[in-house]
């Protein structure tokens, strides 16, 4: 393997590890929020309980995902210099922004939170949780506008002195219509992944409770399988709506990517929805696939009877206009990926159908099946996300800058293009390492995770009465 399949080897294994905190922090926080949002309402210890059991293990996926996070950054230097070179001056915009939400917003509030249970007015810590929540799903919106510009670029011009592109309009980054599009879809896909937790966890404790006639217990989680519950149903419908809107998107933005998706090899009138192919994906499309007629069509245009354009016509397409080369992405990465994320996505449905109907009518859930069903369910939205960040980025292969259909031709990069003139052997042992030291937190998250998860909602303390002198500042939990 040369430099450039290490170099993406790398930044896709640290990335895919790092997303796996990411989509939990964006939907828990809120949810947190709304727990204590209701004790402050009500004054219920209970709610107090589960905001201080789940904002436990919210701070635990946070720490690990800023750990995790601090990575990405140093590879577009390190693996990537020539694409940092080129499009620097337009991509460090929003992660400096990202930068000064995520390390002066969330991280200042989610400090005054976790030490100021005992010495901050009720009214006071909570907003403190709101504006960590704010900050968390801000940092999201400026990561995704950054990687919305690598999808969409717009905003810029072409130095033909330096031979890079330039900010002009930081706006218009911002407003991308790639980013307005994909911002939706992620952050309901992160409540989604939320509720399910919420609801999964809720759910084993529950049955653990009903079973063992622990009504004090049953009675916190409960209401918090229910509240996970509503937000899966919610979340569920705006990922439907979001991801909806985001193809149809796609489809004017990346025709290669959402052919492939389809595995679309020639052009069709009336394109089918396949549910699963028979053959080599690798070998020009050569695939026998089972499909439901014209919903790729109406998914693409809103039109079942719209005519979309094939793979190997847009690799001509590609060529006439951008020169000789391979313009197809991995077609069995694209093609399955993008019905994996759907797939896992039905597992947070099946939780929320037999939630709904075992909790009806105040009831609480002591089938074992259904403890099961909820701590599997819980793996099926990560699954999920994983599956549709690995569809996002492969399926824009071979460029790392997709060029805009309608913006500057000069604003586009290849992937072989980026790259950073280091050796083999360099990015071989960083990846070799990281690779062990994630493994190994890994291990360590979920080590915590499972620990406090088992530990339950903890009781409720008496507020500690301290002195100016004998004051230290100590940890929440």
Known sequence: MNTLDLSRWQFGITTVYHFIFVPLTIGLAPLVAIMQTVWYVTGSERWLRATKFFGKLLLINFAMGVVTGIVQEFQFGMNWSAYSRFVGDVFGAPLAMEGLAAFFLESTFLGLWIFGW???????????????????????????????????????????????????????????PTTLAAFPHAVTASFLTAGTFVAG???WWAVKAARAGDEDTAAVHRPLLRLGLAVIVLAGVGVAISGDAQ?????????MKMASAEAICSTETGAGFSLFAIGDLSNACDV??????????????????????????LQKRYEQKFGPGDYKPLLPVTYWAFRLMIGFGLGSAALAVAGLWLTRRHRTPSRRWFARLAVIAIATPYLANTAGWIFTEMGRQPWVVAPNPTGNPQIRMLTADGVSPVSATTVAISLTIFTLLYGALAVV??????????????????????????APLTFAY
């Open 201 to 203: 966890v809720a759910a």
């Open 445 to 470: 998250w979920y080590v915590l995770m499972r620990r406090y998860v088992q530990q339950g909602a903890p009781p409720v303390e008496p507020p500690q009465v301290l002195t100016e002198d004998d």
């Open 288 to 313: 026998r696939t089972l499909s439901i007629p014209g919903v790729t069509s109406f998914l693409a245009t809103g039109d079942p009877h719209a005519t979309v354009t094939g793979v190997n016509e």
């Open 247 to 255: 193809a149809k998107l796609m489809f004017q933005q990346q025709p």
């Open 118 to 176: 005992d010495r901050l007015p009720r009214k006071v810590h909570l907003a403190t949780i709101w504006l960590a929540a704010i900050g968390v799903n801000l940092s999201a919106y400026f990561i995704i506008a950054a990687n919305s510009f690598m999808q969409h670029p717009v905003g810029v011009r072409f130095n033909p002195e330096r031979g890079r592109a330039e900010l002009v309009d930081i706006w218009a980054v911002l407003t991308n």
